[in-house]
């Protein structure tokens, strides 16, 4: 019988989980801007490329999984973001309360300080990955599951108007267990069998006053059961397969989770409680249904920028007031807001180009602005955009698409450009190459760095020394991918030339940008190229882009390292997006799948 647990319970399983998962980082929060987004604290980053950008607490790595299914082996729990929307849209089923929703997220993120996910990468710890793939229960979330509880049940409850509101303006048993089992099935995401609903009715001490209800509410929400999504799979009498298939339950719990990061609205509850959810033609008419609605846009947004690693950017104001930082930036000032602008310009440019059936090529070559501040609008010599119709039009040559946005190339913490990290970027996050793990070789410490060098050549000087440990990978693979760009300076502005300075911002010289390199990408012959578009059209032709898409989208979709038993699923949305899907279809078409519809047989 499942149960609810009180907070003892929940410390000795997140003790448990703790023990076997990893440690209890205190990471930091961030306020979402739009519905609970994934974000990551806007916190520096390391200097070293290959460096984990959040403490590692365990990886879905680690987690053995049957071909093509999830695995049966943890419970999967809900993201912070999952989290957050799971409570406000519950709360919404039971109380109309149009300030609700601003209460519930200062509650979660600034009262119960509950802490964001780490970002977790289920193929090596060197690089960031996604925050779904994070299985570890701390005690920090735990306490703050205990406090919202509290909190929220006591703010739905508020007034013996508003208690009786949720109960239904009635009394008796029967009152009571039609609440139960009412609010019960949205939180839960399935219906209470008998068992659960007289545990509740214990907890009401059957009655349905104001106190009673409250008690109820609190139960709930710190119940394992609203925070865990729990899936055994539907009982079958077939053996012979390492997969079974989901219920209709777990079925709409995973689709709703997967595309909208909440709980299964009435409708889809309604397809799972007669269980024509199981039928295809109706599954994808509410896939369909799922992919029109502005919450999946939301989700698409999570994706991208997590997959583009947008939140390396650091806050783009951090050296104002550095004599050498003002100088280098001039008459421009970055705000405290900067940072977060020129990330919601990506992903403005990621819905724009959804919402018109855009493909993921496009996604690489548009070449709108989508700067709805003046700040981003500066940088790209463009005017603002009010948010409707037709974005301007990039008026530089170099300009070219993704890889030349801000909120991609630029590094505002420093008066010069980090080609490593761009470089890094490209191959590692944008088109899946592999790196070799970097060599700690300390005899590049001779490098004679005195004279007047561009970041380019200060690079060169560093990396590529004869016989180091360095040379191989940096001059043959990572630098070029960073020199290419070398035309943007730190804050993403065009330039021709690059002036160094001493540490009092005063010019020490000023050198030609030199661009050119000789590039090379997995499967194809190395390239001579010399701008940003000559770069792109590479990567284009290299079909990395979409494979590279396609790979990380499984492993958030799935939530594990992909192996060759997934390959045909992998590669049939490679080729999806290869032709021309738009990005709907890409996103949807995982979940259409049986793989996505089925978990590991429990053992």
């Known amino acids: 019988m499942r149960h609810p647990l009180k907070l003892c319970g929940w410390l000795m399983l997140a003790a448990a989980l703790h023990a076997c998962n990893g440690n209890d980082s205190q990471e930091s929060n961030s306020t979402p801007n739009t519905r609970a987004p ?40 809900l993201t912070r973001t999952q989290y957050l929307n799971v409570l406000t849209d519950w709360s919404a089923s039971l109380i109309t309360d149009s300030a609700l929703p601003a209460r519930i997220r200062t509650l979660v993120l600034d009262t119960a300080q509950f802490p964001l996910d780490a970002s977790i990468n289920p193929e090596t710890a060197r690089h960031q990955g996604y925050y779904r793939l994070d299985p570890t229960v701390t005690t920090r979330q735990v306490t703050g599951i205990h406090s919202v509880a509290q909190a929220l049940a006591a703010d739905l409850a508020s007034t013996d108007q508003r208690a009786a509101t949720i ?30 609903v007289t545990v509740y009715k214990k907890v009401a001490n059957g009655a349905t006053d ?74 994808q008419q509410q896939v369909t249904r799922l992919m029109g609605d502005a919450r999946a846009d939301a989700a698409l947004r999570s994706f991208f920028r997590q997959w583009l690693r947008l939140d390396d ?53 548009d070449r709108h602005s989508f700067a709805k501040t003046a700040d981003i609008a500066t940088l790209y010599k463009t005017t603002v955009w009010n948010g409707t119709g037709t974005p301007p039009t990039f008026t530089e040559a170099d300009r070219v698409g993704l890889l030349t946005r801000i909120g991609v190339l630029a590094n505002g913490s420093s008066d010069t450009t980090l ?49 180091t440990a360095c040379v191989a990978c940096h001059k043959t693979s990572l630098n070029p991918w960073g020199f290419v760009f070398e035309r943007f300076d730190s804050l993403g502005r065009v330039r021709a030339s690059e002036v160094v300075r001493d540490d009092a ?46 790979r990380n989208y499984f492993r958030y979709a799935f939530g594990r390292a992909d192996t060759a038993n997934d390959a045909s699923v992998i590669d049939t949305v490679r080729l999806q997006a290869a032709n021309g899907a738009n990005l709907r279809s890409l996103f949807a078409s995982i979940v259409t799948r049986d793989e996505f519809k089925s978990i590991q047989r429990p053992q």
């Open 505 to 550: 911002g005063a010019s020490r010289g000023e050198k030609p940008i030199d661009t050119a390199v000789v590039a090379l990408l997995d499967g194809m012959t190395e390239r001579s190229i010399s701008t940003a578009a000559q770069a792109q059209q590479y990567v284009l032709d290299s079909g990395a882009f979409e494979g590279c898409f396609a």
């Open 313 to 365: 950017l650091v806050p783009m104001n951090g050296k104002v007031g550095n004599a050498k930082f003002d100088a280098f930036a001039g008459s421009y000032k970055p705000l405290a807001t900067t940072r977060d602008a020129a990330i919601d310009e990506v992903l403005d440019m990621v819905s724009y180009v959804a919402s018109r059936n855009g493909s993921l090529q496009q996604v690489l070559t």
């Open 210 to 283: 104001r106190a009673a209800i409250t008690k109820v509410l609190a139960t709930m929400i710190a119940s394992p059961q609203s925070y865990f999504v729990l899936e055994r799979g539907a009982t079958t009498t077939d053996t012979s397969s390492a997969c079974v298939p989901l219920s209709a339950h777990e079925l709409a719990t995973r689709l709703s989770l997967h595309l909208w990061d909440t709980l299964p609205d009435a409708t889809l509850a309604a397809t799972a409680d007669n269980g024509t959810l199981l039928q295809p033609s109706v599954y």
């Open 419 to 467: 080609p490593i990290q761009r470089g890094a970027k490209v191959l590692s996050a944008l088109t899946c190459q592999s790196l070799p793990p970097p060599a700690m070789n300390q005899t590049n410490a001779a490098a004679d760095l005195s004279p007047v060098l561009t970041t380019r050549e200060r690079t060169e000087r560093i990396t590529e020394m004869p016989n």
């Open 167 to 196: 109960v239904g303006n009635c009394t008796g048993d029967a009152c009571l267990t039609d609440f139960i089992r009412r609010a019960g099935r949205t939180l839960f995401r399935q219906p209470l069998t008998d068992a659960e």
């Open 38 to 77: 994934d974000a990551a604290p806007t916190v520096g980053i390391p200097t070293d490329p290959h460096a984990q950008s959040a403490p590692v607490r365990a990886t879905a790595a680690a987690t053995t999984s049957a071909p093509g299914c999830f695995s049966a082996v943890l419970p999967r729990r």
